[in-house]
């Protein structure tokens, strides 16, 4: 097996979409979630993002990074204007479309228009979700961090609501995102199904790890 | 399709260890890595985490959510103390292992030792690194925030060195976490096998979308 080591040094003299590439594949696969906003004047906008994380279950809170806000990201300002958005989970069906919601549309350009992804209301909701999405949530923003390393932003929002599909939830409250077929994302570009492994038990330092069964 | 429809006044309700479940599935797939740190007083760590994201290229820089600081997390602490540690990416081969470190070692215990993963020192590095992983990486703690709305750490990490096999870098900088047998968490105990989909070329406003030939 050969190795190669890499240095810092090394990675600051890479070529920028080289190391683009290169530094987006080292943390692993990422979440695949469009974000569903709409500005204070009523322009819907929907966006991928392979950032939303979890923070924890109560008050259930999820995090996402956003870029600079030197650059144009108009998910970012409708989310400060209305402070609501939407998260819905890419499937393998759609992974192209959720794709190309990261073209660089202007502002008065809907993505859900240009991409042909089914633009929904939801209870009541004055943000726009995606009807292919077989998991769909509700958020409002409740802290804009600011990460003053690189002048990104990590958002914190509270999940509102949710609506999936009722056979995806189990008896213990876990969600099937294998049976839901829901995508996940690596570097900046590379798409994945992930297949099940399987569950494993709660681990404890004195007992041999089980498998879980699922119900 | 039955759709359920959930608010939040029902995850208020929900029993703890269920809503645990059912939120931390919410995020969608997530990176499965191995934190390994070393106290100063020089006993040695390693842990599962599944909260590490990409934040940036240049500089280089993950992002990783450490639990509320009342709960003792032995990896945070060793963190604060020497500032380094080293990421290490969870493959197929060793998923349980990984699983097994987060059950609940005496400080004194090497998860190491508890678990068989292999522990070692690579380029003159003070914190160890898993020998099973396809990709390690060495980081430097630059940025410690404390998330106000549930008392979590976001910490913040530029990337030291990055050791992997070099098949796994492609021409572009992208490096193919299905060859490298990389696994991903969902919920807080299911791992998969994330199979390829394959990857998009970067999405235009007037263009078509499509699939890009990884050399």
Redesign the interface.
């Known amino acids: 097996?050969?190795?190669?080591?890499?240095?810092?040094s090394d990675?600051?003299k890479?070529e920028?979409?080289?190391?683009?590439?290169?530094?987006?594949?080292?943390?692993?696969?990422?979440?695949?979630?469009l974000v569903g906003t709409k500005s204070a004047d009523g322009q819907s906008n929907v966006s991928i993002v392979?950032?939303?994380?979890?923070?924890?279950?109560?008050?259930?809170?999820?995090?996402m990074?956003m870029r600079p806000p030197s650059v144009p990201r108009h998910s970012y300002e409708n989310i400060l204007e209305t402070k609501v958005f939407t998260l819905n989970?890419v499937g393998?069906d759609f992974?192209?479309e959720a794709?190309?919601?990261?073209?660089?549309?202007?502002k008065e350009?809907s993505e859900f228009r240009?991409t042909g992804l089914a633009e929904e209301y939801?209870?009541g909701s004055e943000v726009p979700s995606v009807g292919e999405a077989s998991?769909k949530?509700g958020m409002r923003l409740?802290?804009d961090?600011h990460?003053?390393?690189?002048d990104?932003r990590?958002i914190?929002a509270?999940?509102?609501?949710?609506?999936?599909?009722?056979?995806l939830?189990?008896e213990?409250?876990?969600?099937d995102?294998?049976e839901a077929e829901?995508?996940?994302i690596?570097?900046?570009?590379?798409?994945?199904?992930?297949?099940?492994?399987?569950?494993?038990?709660?681990?404890?330092?004195d007992q041999p790890?089980r498998f879980?069964q699922?119900k």
Chains 1, 2 share one sequence.
């Not at 190309?100 to 549309?105: E, G, I, K, L, P």
């Not at 213990?172 to 969600?175: A, I, R, S, W």
């Open positions: 097996m050969m190795m190669k080591h890499i240095l810092r990675i600051d890479m920028k979409r080289f190391r683009a590439n290169f530094i987006n594949s080292l943390s692993g696969f990422k979440s695949a979630n392979s950032s939303v994380i979890h923070l924890g279950s109560n008050p259930p809170l999820l995090g990074v989970h393998k992974f192209n794709h190309q919601t990261s073209a660089r549309y202007e350009e240009a939801l209870n998991i949530m409740v802290e961090v990460i003053t390393h690189n990104t990590f914190i509270e999940i509102e609501w949710v609506q999936l599909e009722e056979k939830v189990k213990d409250g876990f969600v995102l294998f829901g995508v996940c690596s570097g900046l570009d590379s798409y994945h199904s992930p297949t099940s492994l399987g569950r494993l038990e709660y681990a404890k330092a790890l879980k699922t």
